[in-house]
């Protein structure tokens, strides 16, 4: 099955400032790579996705970039703000409809 | 709006003691999951449902069994809890014509 690695575990940027988070998968018949963000205490909500067809994605701060021959696909968020702080989880999916999760990153971005 | 319903957010259970875990969806999605989140090891995918009455196994099943018998509501069982069943249990739903899971709130779940 599917391999999902997410680096690094933990970011602490200061506002203002990108954080960029990296992930690696290993079925290449991959095809769909959404992104989570996790509120403490509250349930993981889509912030962007990208399909396979498209190497790159931006939506006002935030932007996916998709390196399929490499596999590899990255989250930037830019002008970081407090509200940014939470955990964010990429994943990969095939056509199964079957999500599988990387580990997590923790971002604390401080005021 | 899609709504994805956990009914009980918080749990204390003894060990050995059979557990529900209830989860509705309002959107009429074809595929239902069960993950498990504990730190530093992610969302792991415990049981998935593509239809009523179907399931399959995820990564960790072990422990663990689900009933989907109407297309809205699709529950996990802990047949006897251990303690290493303690942890956030989070219920999920998509369409089969697209791949975006919409997750519930979670249900935090403690055995003793």
């Known amino acids: 099955g599917e391999n999902v690695e997410q680096h690094p575990s933990t970011l602490s940027v200061q506002e203002g400032d990108s954080a960029v988070i990296k992930c690696t998968y290993s079925?290449?018949?991959?095809?769909?790579f959404p992104w989570y963000k996790q509120e403490l205490g509250k349930r993981p909500q889509l912030i962007i996705d990208?399909?396979?067809?498209?190497g790159e994605k931006k939506d006002q701060r935030i932007a996916v970039t998709l390196n399929k021959t490499a596999k590899h696909f990255s989250l930037h968020i830019t002008e970081t703000q407090p509200e940014d702080s939470a955990v964010y989880f990429c994943a990969a999916a095939s056509g199964a409809n079957n999500l599988f999760f990387g580990t997590g990153t923790r971002l604390t971005v401080i005021p | 709006d899609v709504k994805v319903t956990q009914s009980s957010r918080y749990l204390v259970k003894r060990t050995g003691e059979k557990v529900f875990l209830e989860c509705v969806q309002d959107?009429?999605?074809?595929?239902m999951f069960w993950y498990r989140q504990d730190p530093g090891l992610g969302l792991r995918l415990i049981y998935f449902?593509?239809?009523?009455?179907?399931?399959e196994k995820g990564d960790i099943p072990e422990g663990y069994s689900v009933s989907r018998e109407k297309k809205e509501r699709f529950s996990l069982i802990l047949e006897s809890a251990s303690t290493n069943q303690t942890s956030m249990y989070l219920c999920?739903?998509?369409?089969?014509?697209?791949?975006?899971?919409?997750f519930g709130e979670g249900s935090w779940l403690t055995v003793v």
């Open positions: 999920a739903s998509s369409s089969k014509a697209g791949n975006t899971i919409y």
């Open positions: 959107m009429d999605h074809e595929n």
């Open positions: 079925d290449s018949a991959s095809n769909y």
């Open positions: 449902s593509y239809d009523v009455k179907m399931k």
């Open positions: 990208i399909r396979s067809n498209v």
